[in-house]
């Protein structure tokens, strides 16, 4: 069963507007929520992470999620795009397989900022 | 320093070579994972090292052989590969906890099978 859900393959947006990415999450997994960014040939980046206390959380570059537990849902926020920030972002889960943590991802969003 | 480094960056080779991959990690993490991603395609695990020791085989073709010599380095060596087997390879470490844990990956190794 999908564990992640990412609603939206493709997101387009002009530069400074704001821009939401969706994910939402399968209640029968872990709440141990993370979101990476991948820029073109290059590796992932942890962008920002949820693992207990403040259900909203923050990156150094201005992006924001919040964990919401009713809605299943840990949607990434940014105010004010910039040019930079055109790269896939994927949404990931820790599930448990026995003794074991393995990180889920989500099918990937490609975020394209145009001046 | 949250850096994990893989080499080479780029890899192309025919389908009778043995080659191999390496990732290193300095971070004091006892967990290390390969993954391999298709474009386009997020990352799919092949292999987890918890202590050094083997711990997840995602029902990977032989023709992949993972190795841990050391909590800090981690090798893929390759051997009679196909051409679907041309993907990004990325390594990615984490600490061990029961709890949850969040993966540091590397730059991935760009893998072409000719």
């Known amino acids: 069963a999908q564990s992640v859900t990412q609603l939206d393959s493709q997101v387009p947006v002009f530069e400074e507007a704001p821009v939401e990415l969706r994910c939402n999450y399968s209640s029968s997994v872990s709440v141990y929520l993370f979101w990476y960014v991948q820029y073109p040939n290059q590796g992932l980046q942890l962008l920002l992470k949820y693992l207990s206390g403040s259900t909203l959380v923050e990156s150094i570059n201005g992006f924001e999620a919040e964990f919401n537990k009713s809605q299943t849902s840990f949607h990434l926020r940014k105010p004010s795009v910039h040019i930079s920030d055109t790269a896939e972002y994927f949404c990931?889960?820790?599930?448990?397989?026995?003794?074991?943590?393995?990180?889920?991802f989500g099918a990937g969003t490609r975020l394209a900022v145009h001046p | 320093d949250t850096e994990v480094t893989q080499t080479p960056k780029h890899l192309v080779m025919g389908m009778t070579n043995k080659k191999s991959l390496k990732c290193e990690q300095h971070m004091g993490h006892r967990a290390m994972y390969w993954y391999k991603q298709k474009a386009k395609k997020p990352p799919e695990l092949m292999f987890v090292?918890?202590?050094?020791?083997?711990?997840i085989n995602e029902s990977v073709p032989s023709r992949f052989s993972p190795e841990c010599p050391n909590s800090s380095l981690l090798n893929l060596h390759l051997h009679a590969l196909q051409p679907e087997d041309s993907a990004l390879y990325l390594c990615?470490?984490?600490?061990?906890?029961?709890?949850?844990?969040?993966?540091?990956f590397g730059p991935g190794t760009r893998l072409t099978v000719t």
């Open positions: 990931a889960v820790l599930k448990k397989y026995g003794g074991y943590n393995k990180l889920i």
């Open positions: 090292y918890s202590y050094e020791k083997l711990s």
């Open positions: 990615a470490s984490s600490q061990e906890r029961p709890e949850g844990n969040e993966q540091y």
